[in-house]
């Protein structure tokens, strides 16, 4: 195999390395803009809340094959750390799929102007405390998320940081 076609084959992974690692980078972002409305605002809480939308698909996208094979060995002989993370990554995607559903059922900006209606005179109290609750589960869950991951995002980071070095060169 010649050295175009190693390169050519490392392309495609490069590429998904990159994009997989901003997208992460994104989202981390995104989450720790949106715990606080007063810095944000109510308008740009609530669209960034329904860019998460596209944000997660995308990233459950890229981490499919990961997801079909854990899922596919979840019940078989796996390590602690391997079942641990999977119940997390399972777990984080629930807590941010209530988050999105209880943020769409509150908003007063996003999805009035999307629909065409007007926003409810009065916030249901109730879904706004579990959009609350749900949102502080969804740090605490991320938090363990990166820490778990930890050494993928730090390779990842090395290898995206390494090759952006040698170009300055």
């Known amino acids: 195999m010649g050295a175009a076609t190693i390169a050519a084959t490392r392309e495609p992974a ?10 992460d980078v ?15 605002g109510l308008v740009l809480h609530e669209w960034l809340g329904l860019a998460l ?22 019940f078989t002989l796996q390590s ?22 209880s943020g769409i059922l509150i908003s007063q900006k996003a999805i009035p102007t999307l629909t065409h209606t007007k926003a409810a005179p009065h916030m249901d109290w109730r879904w706004d405390t579990l959009h ?11 938090g363990f998320h990166l820490a778990i991951n930890w050494e993928w995002a730090l390779a990842a980071g090395e290898k995206i940081f390494h090759r952006f070095q040698e170009r300055a060169r």
């Open 14 to 23: 490069q590429w998904r390395l990159k994009v997989t690692f901003w997208l």
């Open 26 to 40: 994104t989202l981390l972002v995104s989450i720790c803009a949106l715990q606080t409305v007063r810095f944000t």
């Open 53 to 74: 939308v596209g944000m997660v698909l995308a990233h459950l996208l890229l981490a499919w094959s990961w997801i079909a094979s854990q899922s596919r060995r979840f």
């Open 80 to 101: 602690i750390r391997a079942r641990i993370n999977y119940l997390l990554n399972l777990s984080l995607f629930a807590a941010v799929t209530a988050v999105i559903f």
């Open 132 to 142: 609350n609750q749900f949102s502080t589960a969804v740090v605490m869950l991320v």
